[in-house]
């Protein structure tokens, strides 16, 4: 977080109302840093009360878990349930989907847990959070597995969209039916199986590119975000189809004049 240009507290040494769990992704893939340094900025506009756990934050081992290291999880969950025992917030908000499924159903957190599209809802709701210029644009949007088809938050990110003035237009596989982007279940971490002509995000790009006025693929997870923009270079929709976070429409919408 040093690009964001102020300290943000330490949730071990400050009081705060939300404490921000980015995960693995959100923090370290350089690719997702403009839309974690976006979330910031929003939570920040917004006057939102908030912190991190800066290193001892731990990966929260959903991936790990879904591919069998069950011992590894354990460990992995008993270092961020002492970072948490330590920290002073209310609520915890994060980017990450995947980390979202393990700390509300798997850490024992009685479900003060929130996924970021649900806290931008509140924000814009409340309106702590005003939109100043709408994003006018046709798009669709994509539900990651452990947002949705998990968890069953599927409207959140939809009123968001609403609310910037987004036509959506839904992919005929959405909400509980969704498609997978390829990279849950541990997946993104290997290779390919041999004989797949196709991967998922491929297959998911595509059906984003064949609705009539879609140019805009709205994420609302660091690994949809990645799996999408290299599939949409794979599969040479580069000039037919771009990938964008919630959070940098959201935060593009609600910028005051002239900035």
């Known amino acids: 977080m040093a690009e964001f240009g102020r300290p943000v507290k330490d949730v071990r040494k400050q009081p705060a109302e939300y404490l921000w769990f980015l995960g693995d992704y959100a923090s370290y893939d350089p690719r997702l840093r403009p839309v974690t340094l976006a979330l910031?900025?929003?939570?920040?506009?917004?006057?939102?009360?908030?912190?991190?756990?800066?290193?001892?934050?731990?990966?929260?081992?959903?991936?790990?878990?879904?591919?069998?290291?069950?011992?590894?999880?354990?460990?992995?969950?008993e270092k961020n349930r002492k970072a948490l025992e330590r920290g002073k917030f209310d609520w915890i908000v994060t980017s990450d989907p995947h980390s979202y499924h393990a700390l509300k159903n798997e850490y024992g957190l009685n479900g003060k847990v929130l996924h970021y599209t649900e806290l931008l809802d509140r924000l814009l709701s409340s309106g702590k959070l005003t939109v100043r210029d709408g994003e006018r644009l046709r798009a669709t949007y994509h539900d990651p597995c452990y947002l949705g088809r998990y968890n069953g938050i599927f409207?959140?990110?939809?009123?968001?969209?609403?609310?910037?003035?987004?036509?959506?237009?839904?992919?005929?596989?959405?909400?509980?039916?969704?498609?997978?982007?390829?990279?849950?279940?541990?997946?993104?971490?290997?290779?390919d199986m041999p004989g797949v002509h196709e991967r998922p995000a491929e297959s998911r790009v595509k059906e984003a590119a064949a609705l009539d006025g879609v140019r805009t693929l709205v994420v609302s997870c660091p690994k949809d975000l990645v799996m999408f923009q290299d599939a949409v270079k794979t599969a040479g929709l580069e000039k037919r189809?771009?990938?964008?976070?919630?959070?940098?429409?959201?935060?593009?919408?609600?910028?005051?004049?002239?900035?």
Not at 58 to 74: A, I, K
Request: proline share 5%; glycine share 12%.
């Open 40 to 77: 910031a900025r929003l939570l920040e506009r917004a006057g939102v009360d908030f912190g991190i756990l800066y290193e001892a934050e731990q990966n929260t081992g959903n991936d790990v878990r879904r591919v069998g290291e069950e011992g590894l999880f354990e460990a992995l969950r």
């Open 241 to 259: 189809l771009e990938v964008k976070d919630l959070a940098e429409l959201v935060e593009r919408a609600t910028l005051p004049p002239g900035e």
């Open 155 to 191: 409207e959140p990110p939809r009123r968001v969209l609403k609310s910037l003035g987004v036509e959506l237009v839904e992919m005929p596989r959405n909400r509980a039916g969704s498609f997978c982007c390829g990279a849950g279940g541990g997946r993104i971490w290997m290779e």
